[in-house]
């Protein structure tokens, strides 16, 4: 079931009246895979107390490496960004452990380093972002070793959203209220098992 609102952007304001909205409806769910957007992870938080997250692994992976470059300046920032790159592939809970025990021997070989750095630089920033991005992720890393119908990475809904873009600007020139209505009735026929229109 696909559930869809037009916004201009995420924000608390748009999405929490929608998530509301859905609950109104009777959606309760127990877990949302997602990105680390804060204000969408307090939306959700807010209206359903009990739920559980679990942070987009490739999401993770992609920010953490983009930060420290291609080819980071430190050899700390070559050594993190190895481990980052294993993140996708981990399907265990023998290699999440493994994960873990290899970043916080990696925070203990290098945190004086890092604290060391002039903040000004781009190695602090870079190191400092990626160290703040996996601490703030790790509690919600690995749900999905637990349950196997919790989604590891965002990829299904990033896939259907690409399939939608890629329709979506075959019709160009459209009006706003246009693209709401087709937004709704694209998603409307995706739910329509009998529906052969897409």
């Known amino acids: 079931m696909i559930a869809q609102t037009y916004v201009a952007r995420e924000s608390f304001k748009d999405v929490f009246p929608w998530f509301l909205h859905l609950k109104e409806k009777g959606l309760d769910p127990e877990y949302a895979t997602m990105d680390g957007e804060r204000s969408i992870i307090r939306a959700l938080k807010l209206t359903w107390r009990s739920i559980k997250l679990q942070r987009c692994l490739y999401h993770i992976e992609h920010e953490g490496m983009r930060w420290l470059r291609t080819y980071p300046k430190t050899e700390a920032g070559r ?43 781009v190695a602090f920033k870079d190191l400092q972002r990626t160290i703040v991005l996996i601490n703030n992720a790790l509690p919600d890393m690995f749900r999905y070793l637990k349950d196997k119908h919790i989604h590891k990475t965002t990829n299904a809904l ?41």
């Open 79 to 121: 050594e993190l960004r190895k481990t980052i790159r294993t993140l996708s592939s981990i399907n265990t809970i023998k290699e999440r452990n493994n994960f873990i025990t290899i970043y916080r021997s990696w925070l203990s070989k290098y945190k004086n380093f890092v604290l060391s750095l002039p903040r000004s630089t």
């Open 158 to 198: 990033e896939s259907f959203h690409s399939r939608l873009k890629t329709d979506y600007q075959r019709h160009r020139g459209l009006t706003r209220t246009h693209k709401i209505n087709y937004l709704y009735w694209y998603c409307y026929f995706k739910n329509n098992k009998n529906s052969n229109t897409f």
